[in-house]
């Protein structure tokens, strides 16, 4: 069955960065669209990036000119560059692929930004 993997979470200081990465595997079916959404505690799951395949890039207010949202169609995986990361940035984040017109959902992964 199509998993999505994600990877690359952890604990940076306030102005760093971080790359995520999200795999997908169980398919030889191509993503076209990636999408990354972040959950801080206490709060709703909030959509931060999309990127289709054909190129085009959207992204959420707070992260515009910091994250950078990307694809490598010869590994099927999505990335997310973090730049300049605010400790507003701490949540677990989460990686949505549509393959086929089907959604899958990553495991998660924790992004923790200290002072």
């Known amino acids: 069955q199509v998993q999505l993997v994600e990877s690359g979470g952890g604990l940076v200081q306030a102005g760093g960065s971080l790359t995520l990465s999200c795999a997908a595997s169980?398919?030889?079916?191509?993503?076209?669209?990636v999408a990354w959404y972040r959950q801080a505690q206490g709060m709703q799951r909030e959509w931060i990036a999309t990127?289709?395949?054909?190129?085009?890039?959207n992204y959420e207010d707070s992260v515009k000119g910091r994250f950078t949202i990307s694809m490598d169609d010869a590994k099927n995986t999505g990335y997310l560059q973090m730049n300049n990361l605010k400790l507003e940035d701490t949540a677990v984040y989460y990686c949505?692929?549509?393959?086929?017109?089907?959604?899958?959902w990553g495991q998660g992964t924790q992004v923790t930004v200290s002072s």
């Open positions: 990127r289709l395949r054909a190129g085009a890039s």
């Open positions: 169980g398919t030889r079916f191509d993503m076209n669209i």
């Open positions: 949505k692929a549509v393959i086929r017109g089907r959604e899958y």
